[in-house]
């Protein structure tokens, strides 16, 4: 199965090319030291419609495909995972229950601002006791009257302290827990008993910032949960189906940032003399840049098959996405260690971006869904049959 | 205002130019083509008289059919219409023959101001733009770096550098003004841009709606023939100025400065 690329999007990817070559790359240290995006790159990626590339065309968006997603998050992730970040939950988990599960009004409503960048959507369904066992949520929503009332702590939360708007999941029903007790709020940040907590600091990642969100007797509308309120009960499918997507994305990251340390080590491993040669040279450094450039190979065949295959389909690819995500997020780490490797003390120096990627792909391995999580779903899929 | 881009595709500025056996093409297997620089300020400077004056913004690009996503490229950015003119009988056509076949389109549409490069960067002869002015029997203001159109929308003026001085030349419209770097800092084809630019107008037309004589334009038409291309000869090794101390090492690198390459 070959993926063919439109003309669209091969001008598209061309339009991200220049845009990460002359302004992100530039820029990518400065970020990192400030912690923060200059305001004018992000009307820059608001203008070129990046906020809005898998929400559909009816809502303002360009609804590229996840393929395409996949391959504007591969060149993004060339600079500084933060670029990717900024746009990634407006793209990806802060606006796919509503793609995937909302109401007509919810859509309209909502997703031209995420489209546009005007607003910024987030996900919030981690809390301190619930990680990999999500379902373990202790947030609650109570129905009074005309609102819900939220009450509860959400930690890890990326792009929480800019959010507009959060997808938070609540227990609605404690007996029921996933089965049909977990519901799929709509909460914008005016709402009343709506406060940011704590911004966590972080190994890596810096430029993007993850927080705690509290909720205090939060007053939602009633109408404000996702898919109306036939689907009070029906969140965790959602949670589920919105992570499915987020699998392929990560992977596409991960590869991007990959791709790009394979480049750094080539020309490291030219320039670099040792022993009167360059290190290019020695059989060592050979070996990781060969292993780098296959395990690169392998995992972009595997992303774009499984993207190409999202795409026809049209609906999920469990078990690709989880292995997508497993095996590129792993390799990526792999490249980030012998891309340090091959760059000896000058790799671990904060003057080459080599260190940095090495930090912020150790994430990729966790959110979303942990290796193991995704190795659990993948067998789990297996066992059934598929 | 009615604005017309004329816009050249060239082999991207990273490419690694190849000669072609017999030394007078190169090898265009491998080549990333991009728009010509000088042509992408044409088209920012027409969307800004635009947004300032109303009217419509067209591109014509001549070339065979790669040269569309140049012209989708240019119409992705905010041009509304695109002319490609594309004929294997213009192929090999030099600056004078491009001119013929551009301005035979032009003649046929209403327009206040044409854009070309002051160059293309490839075969770097910036002729063409004052070629077909010249066809059109209008002026022609050649590189500038700032231009301002009358409130009435009826003369335009222009600033050129002239070797550190700014020459300010003022025309009336129609005219042809060919760009030159520092006009403008052109603005990305933003992605919903290029969704709406798959439904614009793409035009192409081939040498017999020109209304021209195939002996003027292609190969055969050439008043200029390329005789041969030589790439630049290989750099000289570097030299490392030896010396015991600092100051021998600064003599030393000043003699060779002063002897050797004759700068000082
Ligand atoms: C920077 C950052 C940003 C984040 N952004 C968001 C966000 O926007 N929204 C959001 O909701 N969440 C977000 N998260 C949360 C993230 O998804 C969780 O951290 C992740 O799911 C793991 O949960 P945990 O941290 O509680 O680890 P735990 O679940 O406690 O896991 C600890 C270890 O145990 C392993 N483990 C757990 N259960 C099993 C099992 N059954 N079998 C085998 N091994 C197991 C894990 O794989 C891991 O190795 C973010 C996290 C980080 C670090």
Known sequence: MEHEIPESLALMLETVRRFVKQDLEPISKQVEDEDRIPDNIVQTMRDLGLFGLSIPEQYGGLGIGVLGECMVYEELSRANACFRTRIGTNNGIGSQGIVIDGTEEQKGHYLPRLASGEWIGVFALTEPEAGSDAANIQTTAEKRGDFWMLNGRKHFITNGDIADLATVFAVTNKTEKAKGGITAFLVEKTFPGFYVGAIERKMGMRGSHTCELLFDDCQVPAENVIGGLSMVGKGFKTAMKVLDKGRLTMGASALGSAQRLLELSLDYARQRVQFGRPIGEFQAIQFMLADMATQIYAGRRMLYHAATLRDRKGTAVVKEASMVKLFCTEMANRIADMAVQIHGGMGYMKDFPVERFYRDLRLTRIYEGTSEIQRLVIARELLKGK | ?264
């Open chain 2, 1 to 264: 205002m009615k604005i017309i881009v004329c816009l050249k595709q060239v082999p991207d500025t990273e490419t690694q130019i190849k000669i072609a056996p017999g030394g007078e093409k190169i090898v265009t297997d491998d080549i990333k083509w991009v728009m010509n620089p000088y042509d992408e300020f044409g088209v920012e400077e027409a969307l800004r008289l635009k947004e300032k004056f109303g009217g419509d913004v067209t591109v014509i690009g001549m070339g065979p059919k790669r040269v569309t996503e140049s012209i989708r490229t240019a119409l992705a950015m905010g041009a509304d219409k695109g002319i490609l003119i594309s004929d294997a009988a213009l192929e090999g056509s030099d600056s004078l023959g491009t001119a013929k076949a551009l301005a035979a389109v032009i003649k046929g549409l209403q327009f206040d101001i044409i854009f070309t490069g002051q160059r293309g960067i490839d075969e770097d002869q910036g002729l063409t733009g004052a070629c077909i002015a010249d066809l059109l029997g209008i002026p022609q203001v050649s590189l500038a770096v700032k231009l301002e159109v009358a409130a009435d929308g009826k003369s335009v003026k222009v600033n050129r550098p002239v070797e550190g001085q700014t020459l300010v030349v003022e025309a009336q419209l129609p005219v042809l003004i060919t760009t030159q770097k520092g006009l403008n800092e052109p603005r990305y084809a933003s992605l919903p841009g290029i969704m709406k630019a798959k439904k614009k107008p793409l035009e192409e037309k081939a040498l017999k709606d020109l209304g021209l004589d195939p002996a003027e334009v292609g190969l055969g038409g050439r008043k200029l023939k390329i005789i041969k291309i030589t790439p630049p000869p290989a750099r000289a090794e570097g030299k490392i100025v030896q010396g015991e101390t600092p100051q021998d090492k600064a003599t030393e690198l000043a003699r060779l400065l002063h002897e050797e390459a004759k700068l000082i």
